[in-house]
């Protein structure tokens, strides 16, 4: 990582190598990072994307788990599970930081509350309702649970919340600010007036089907969960002896400045973001292996950032998945679910299919992988985010080699 953000084209600004130590993930299709990788290689599920087996009493006493709203909660869960894969941490509490990203935080909270004020008055609303509802809980939480004194911080950019979060956070290690970050992101907004929002605005699929870059692609399919990563000076976790997952090399961060839902046209802010992240990993377009898309099986968002890819890469381009078509879309967390998976791509050696894709649209030139996992020989992967507002989002993950 090259610390791109904040110098001045051209200049050589190099920072410290960062590393993924830990991996969490609570999403509908796996709770665990082994659980996850078996359900992004496996069928969609069928209907929506609830994490039904999620029990937070794992991670919250009774008392405790009604006072906290279900996105802090996946967010300590995911955190957890990072933490504990990365295993004996033991950075300075004063160099040590979480970054979280979320697109809406407490809005289950919040809209319980509201029923509670207008049917029985302000006085009956809890005393709860802002530490619960506020969109840094969870990443409050997650540092005072472990003590960690540095920099605390959530992302709110829509869709994109999670990459950046991770971008953000691995900014800190690589500065050495921070020796160790917990980054990623988490989203629970399955509540009739957020389904009610993006159905009345045509973006949730009919269908109830999840078809990224599908000709029938119609929508996107709304989902929640958590995913969370440990950064780590890559000097340090070597010290420790730590597992070595993947290094994030380059990660950036642009807005397309056109709308607040639609895409640039030709996806221009989206070829730029990926254009810095290969700036900032000192790497070229040819160098990249594989892209795990944004891809959320909406008409616009797919054609979009299909027309950037091949602005940036030429036709086809990389071999590419989006595992929406399995998770669904978790809005501001879906970022670190798609991260993990990219880490998980370069550990086991093998691309996870694009579940729904079955008929090529011919508009869209892209190498898909699709019906099965693909084996590979592992390389740079490109993760981009995309949300609403134009904000846009990109990472560039590496296989860690001895120098």
Partial sequence: MQLAWGRAPGTAATGRRVAVTGLGVVVRCGIGKDAFWDGLCAPAPVGD???????????????????????????????????????ALE???????????????????LEDQFVVSQEKGPDRV??????????????????MRNGWRGPCETIATACAAGS??????????????????????????????????????????????????????????????????VLEDLDRARARGAPVYAELAGAASTADAHHLTAPAPGGTGAAACMEEALDDAGLAPRQIAHINAHGTSTTLNDAAEAEAINKVFGTPG?????????????????????????????DRRAIPPTAGYVTPDPELHLDIVAGAPRPWEPGPVLSNSFGFGGHNGSLIFVPSAED
């Fill in 49 to 87: 994307r609830r994490v039904t087996a999620f029990d937070p009493t794992g991670w919250f006493g009774p008392k405790e788990v009604r006072r906290v709203d279900r996105f802090a909660q996946l967010t300590v869960a995911s955190a957890a599970m990072a933490l504990d894969d990365a295993g």
């Fill in 164 to 229: 950046h979060a991770i971008g953000n956070g691995a900014r800190l290690v690589a500065s050495g600010r921070c020796e160790v970050v917990l980054a990623g992101g988490a989203e629970a907004a399955m509540i009739p007036v957020t389904l009610s929002g993006f159905g009345n605005m045509t973006a949730l699929s009919k269908s109830g089907i999840s078809r990224p870059f599908d000709l029938e692609r119609d929508g996107f399919v709304l989902a929640e969960g958590s995913a969370a990563m």
């Fill in 91 to 109: 950075p300075d509490p004063d160099r040590a930081g979480v970054v979280m990203g979320t697109g809406v935080g407490g809005i289950e909270t």
């Fill in 126 to 143: 809890s005393p709860f309702l802002v530490p619960m509802m506020m969109a840094n809980a969870g990443s409050a939480m997650v540092s």
């Fill in 318 to 346: 990389p071999v590419l998945t989006s595992i929406k078509g399995v998770t669904g879309h978790a809005l501001g967390a879906a970022g670190a679910i798609e991260a993990v998976a990219s880490v998980l791509t370069i």
